[in-house]
């Protein structure tokens, strides 16, 4: 037997479970059952595509037994186990992108609502010690001939042992805290218990899960189900199970295609973002299932990059079962199905904009600069991109508007959309580019994200009316009796000019008089194609 120690971050997770800042506990069961349903999927998936692997698959399933006197609780998969290594590195650290992050946003968070955080990061296994004092896991991979058994009570230390005789799978049994405990548990080996938690939070599940030979899930997909039957929690249940998101999702979409190339999609758009929405190795959220069958997770091919914080499931009846993700980047049928979805998902929140505006507005807030990313990634949904974007503005301090709601305030003579680029919005108020437009009673955009330098230059126009930033070029403000007049000024300070163009000859492409000023003496101004000072700095710290 051998002592090992948890990584550090683990350690800490370890302490938050027990001294659980969950309120509801109850979950822990949801956790055991999602990843012993995850291994029954995995082994599934496995014995497909290795048809040398000797394992039965007549009985994927999941058990849960107890046992009242010695207070134990165990739940047992014949799925695809682990190894040793597979021991060590995921349940012994935690690999999990962000949690770094998380960690440390926990801790700014000290006193505030914390489950929301842990939900959203996907606890998981270790969700196991708020109401476990010691937890013991066998485990057995179809390709080791030996068990393992691991053992903790969460403290700083796990123990690792060789089992003979462990069946394939894994078991958890969790040794609950004394009746007496001051955390006041309900009774979790109690049958009645136990279902009653199953089929709140479980009832999905594709496997089998039994207790006492019973079967206790329903095991019906949720979008195989009429839209009538499916109440709001339980898309919220199976919202969390497949997006470890602790949040009810904002809003559930439905889709069904009927005819050559059938499916039927189930999706959610979160209320709040997911975690690693702009960390490098973000997931896309959509799995793809085939006639009920889970065959991937975080399927690129269903879903853009720019649309990764929608989670979902689409089950296509015609696809092969073990099909690749190679063939679906060719497949033709997937590219028209990936275009609807993608569609819908935009027709949504388009719908959510018109019907349930302060739930539009929390969407954009948390999702609005991944969704900005559509504008150039995806040229063939620019208008309905556009559409459903929201931008701060000099209009109102307080509420974002929408391009249409710019468009309706134009002033008379006005051709453009003016927008700003800059850190902040106290940054680009005071610009003195600004003056002017202030002056001519203009609303502008203020736009403050990273994607914001980028898709303007790509973007032409908003019902016909182009974007214009009032950084660059020569803004056109003027009438044409302004002009001629600007014109003359020109005359007269020509010699001005000439002098000032020939001293700063090093430093500017040319000086010229402008009507943009109110309140300054002068100001700089990029060119029409140049790149803005912000995104200057972002190549600069890029090393460019
Ligand atoms: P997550 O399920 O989000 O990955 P968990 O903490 O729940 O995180 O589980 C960590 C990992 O441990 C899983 O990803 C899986 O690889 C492994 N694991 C947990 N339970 C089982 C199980 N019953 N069978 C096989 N592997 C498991
Ligand atoms: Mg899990």
Not at 137 to 153: D, F, M, N, Y
Not at 306 to 330: M, P, T
Request: aromatic share 8%; hydrophobic share 40%; glycine share 6%.
């Amino acid at each position: 037997m051998e002592t090992l120690e948890f990584q550090s971050e683990a350690r800490q997770l370890l302490q938050l479970m027990i001294h659980s800042i969950y309120s509801n506990k109850d979950t822990f069961l949801r956790e055991l059952v999602s990843n012993a349903s995850d291994a029954l999927d995995k082994l599934r998936l496995e014995s497909f595509r290795d048809k040398d692997m000797v394992v039965d698959t007549d009985d994927l399933h999941i058990v849960i037994e107890s046992d009242p006197a010695e207070r134990t609780l165990t739940v047992r998969d014949n799925g695809i186990g682990m190894t040793r290594e597979d021991v060590v590195r995921l349940i012994g650290t935690i690999a999990k992108s962000g949690t770094a992050e998380f960690l440390s946003k926990l801790k700014e968070q000290q006193s505030g609502n914390a489950s929301d955080l842990i939900g959203q990061f996907g606890i998981g296994f270790y969700s196991s010690f708020m109401v476990a004092d010691k937890v013991t896991l066998v485990t057995r991979h179809p390709h080791a001939e030996k068990g393992v058994r691991w053992e903790s009570t969460g403290e700083s230390t796990y123990t690792i042992d060789e089992v003979d005789d462990a069946p394939q799978g894994t078991s958890v049994t969790l040794h609950l805290k004394p009746s007496d405990d001051e955390d006041q548990l309900p009774d979790y080996t109690e049958p009645a218990k136990i279902r009653e938690i199953v089929k709140r939070y479980s009832d999905f599940i594709t496997w089998p899960v039994r207790l006492g030979g019973e079967e206790i899930n329903s095991r019906k997909a949720l979008w195989a189900r009429p839209a009538s039957e499916v109440t709001d929690e339980e898309y919220a249940e199976f919202y969390r199970h497949i997006s470890h998101d602790w949040n009810a999702p904002l809003e559930t979409i439905r889709m069904q295609a009927e005819g050559t190339f059938e499916y039927q999609a189930l999706l959610f758009l979160p209320s709040q973002a997911p975690m690693d929405l702009f960390m490098r190795d973000a997931r896309r959220g959509v799995q793809l299932y085939v006639k009920r069958v889970f065959i991937m997770d975080d399927c690129a091919e269903l879903m853009p990059e720019y649309l990764r914080f929608v989670k979902g499931v689409v089950d296509a009846a015609d696809l092969s079962l073990n099909v690749s993700r190679e063939i679906l980047q060719q497949d033709r049928q997937i590219q028209l199905m990936r275009r609807r979805l993608v569609k819908k998902v935009l027709s949504s929140i388009k719908a959510l904009q018109g019907n349930r505006p302060d739930d539009y507005a929390k969407l954009w807030r948390e999702v609005g600069a991944a969704l900005k990313e559509g504008l150039l990634a995806d040229p063939d949904n620019r208008d309905a991109i556009l559409e459903i974007c929201s931008f701060a503005s000099t209009n109102d301090p307080e509420a974002p508007t929408t391009l249409a709601d710019y468009v309706s305030r134009m002033k008379d003579g006005q051709e453009h959309i003016y927008f700003m680029n800059g850190e902040s919005r106290v940054a680009v108020e005071n610009s003195p580019h600004m003056e002017a437009l202030r002056a001519k009673g203009y609303e502008v955009l203020i736009l403050t994200d990273g994607i914001d330098e980028m898709w303007p230059d790509s973007v032409p126009s908003f019902d016909g009316k182009p974007f214009q930033s009032v950084a660059k070029g020569q803004v056109d403000l003027e009438t044409e009796e302004e002009k001629s007049a600007a014109a003359a000024k020109a005359e007269e300070f020509g010699d001005l000019l000439t002098w000032l163009q020939g001293l700063l000859e090093d430093n500017v492409k040319e000086v010229r008089l402008s009507s943009r000023l109110t309140t300054s003496p002068a100001c700089v101004v990029g060119d029409a194609h140049d790149i803005t000072p912000t995104l200057e700095k972002m190549y600069k710290a890029m090393g460019q």
